[in-house]
């Protein structure tokens, strides 16, 4: 009964190559978010997505497309990886009618790129 | 816009000790405050937040925080730690009504038996 998960846990990929993660939640909720968290462990939204729709897209290189297939997933998928995409991606999920919009985060995904 | 400022990357303690680990933060307009906890290895945790009304905020395993206002901050203590609180842990704050949520750069709390 996890309530965001996310597959894989660890990636690791050539430089050049194309990846995709998945998140899913079990939630009901109808915002979906994915963060990188780097080397320093500083953590920074990429993108969010509400109902299916993209609403923040912070400064991300074009080679990274989020992807909502319904308001439960929301994927991304990296073309060309870079050794700087290197990091931990984290998806969160939450529910804006709260009025905190408190977020509830996945496990993580490990991304190493050689 | 928003930011969040974590003025120790680190905070060594022994066993039993208390601690405080320090949040400053900065916004023209009303906020929410969070604290996020990260064991290793793992996801975010939420510890407690802090949204309007008394501004010393329990939380979850013993962790608690106080809000204020004219200095802008939001430190978490706990009396006494344990070798299980070893873990990084984040400030993060949001303006109310929208989504995006800013973090800190983390503070790395370490026990020491």
């Known amino acids: 009964d996890t309530a965001v998960s996310q597959t894989p846990k660890y990636l690791v990929t050539q430089m050049g190559n194309d990846k995709s993660i998945k998140c899913e939640q079990n939630l009901g909720h109808d915002t979906m978010y994915w963060y990188k968290q780097d080397s320093k462990k500083f953590l920074k939204i990429m993108f969010s997505y509400n109902n299916k729709e993209l609403i923040i897209n912070e400064t991300v290189p074009n080679r990274f497309s989020p992807k909502s297939p319904d308001k439960a997933h929301l994927n991304l998928h990296i073309n060309s990886l870079e050794l700087g995409d290197s990091a931990v991606y984290f998806c969160a999920s939450s529910q804006p009618r709260d009025a905190d919009n408190e977020q509830f985060f996945g496990p993580g995904t490990r991304l190493t790129v050689l | 816009a928003q930011s969040v400022t974590q003025l120790d990357s680190q905070v060594p303690v022994f066993e039993e000790a208390p601690v405080e680990l320090r949040c400053n933060y900065s916004s023209s307009v009303s906020v929410y405050l969070f604290w996020y906890v990260q064991y290793p290895n793992q996801g975010l945790q939420l510890l407690l937040k802090y949204l309007s009304g008394s501004t010393l905020v329990k939380g979850i395993n013993g962790f608690e925080a106080e809000f204020n206002k004219s200095q802008t901050s939001f430190h978490l203590r706990k009396p006494s730690v344990h070798i299980s609180d070893t873990a990084e842990y984040f400030c993060?704050?949001?303006?109310?009504?929208?989504?995006?949520?800013?973090f800190g750069q983390g503070t790395r709390l370490t026990i020491n038996p």
């Open positions: 993060a704050v949001k303006r109310k009504g929208a989504q995006k949520l800013v």
